[in-house]
């Protein structure tokens, strides 16, 4: 079965790699894709970050988008990239997400606050960037928790598409699935925490069916492996588990063609 990985963040070298065991695997860019498709996934989603608190300065997050081009470059079809953007640097932000949309990227962070210095969603200029990012119809994968602050901006934006990161633990999954029911243009991708607790993705698809759900790991922070048998591990449908690995990302990313 094709599986795409709708959160990885890649690398080629230990800059980038962020992996919790320095050492333990500090593979270059082929053993990287080795890993994954060992693991079984074909496709991979998401965007390049730097070890330690990402400096100031928009120049800091071009450099990591263009990263992930020239990794693109490398990788070819098992790789769309995503891309980050900053509440602080608006014009710079609404440049980057066309000079994206000219290349053909529609994928927006993960964003992730703690590590580019920024607070949270209530930060107004936010609407004026994801107003852009609307306009260009990108999909926009963020950090969580931020769901309460994220959905007054979810609601105000209808036309994008927001994918929510990492399920969390019980608590954390009763929210998202509140926020899922009660918000059309939201997913949820199975990276990071929550996937482990046995019985969680059964539990999201009875709730919210599978065609809100998406398949991540958050590698190299997370074994791939460890993840794809997750999926297969629980009592779903072939159907569901069709749509969960593969099939929604590529629709929300128009991926058919590549994977």
């Not at 992930?68 to 790789?79: I, N, P, Q, V």
Request: charged letters at 25%; a negative charge.
């Amino acid at each position: 079965m094709k599986v795409i990985d709708f959160h990885v963040h890649p690398f080629e070298s230990s800059a980038y790699n962020l992996n919790m065991y320095p050492g333990m695997y500090d593979v270059d860019l082929k053993g990287m894709k080795e890993q994954l498709t060992e693991a079984g996934i074909t496709h991979i989603c998401g965007s390049v970050l730097n070890k330690g608190y990402c400096q100031k300065g928009f120049e800091n997050l071009r450099g990591l988008n263009r990263e992930a081009l020239r990794l693109k470059e490398e990788l070819g079809d098992f790789y769309t990239p995503g891309f980050h953007v900053h509440p602080e640097y608006v014009r710079e932000s609404c440049d980057e997400i066309v000079f994206m949309y000219e290349k053909g990227i529609c994928l927006i962070g993960e964003l992730v606050h703690y590590m580019h210095g920024w607070g949270d969603f209530s930060e107004k200029n936010w609407a004026e960037i994801l107003d852009v990012a609307e306009q260009y119809h990108m999909v926009c994968s963020y950090h969580t928790p931020f769901d309460y602050d994220m959905k007054k901006m979810i609601e105000q934006h209808p036309k994008l598409t927001f994918v929510a990161a990492h399920p969390g633990d019980r608590q954390r999954v009763e929210e998202q699935i509140e926020m899922l029911k009660s918000l059309p243009n939201l997913y949820l991708d199975l990276s990071g925490t929550g996937l482990h607790r046995f019985g969680m993705l059964k539990h999201l698809v009875n709730e919210v069916g599978a065609d809100r759900i998406l398949f991540g790991t958050d590698y190299p922070i997370c074994n791939p492996r460890m993840y794809v048998q997750a999926v297969y591990g629980e009592e779903i449908s072939p159907q569901d588990r069709e749509r969960i690995f593969y099939r929604n990302a590529a629709e929300l990313l128009g991926l058919d063609a590549v994977c």
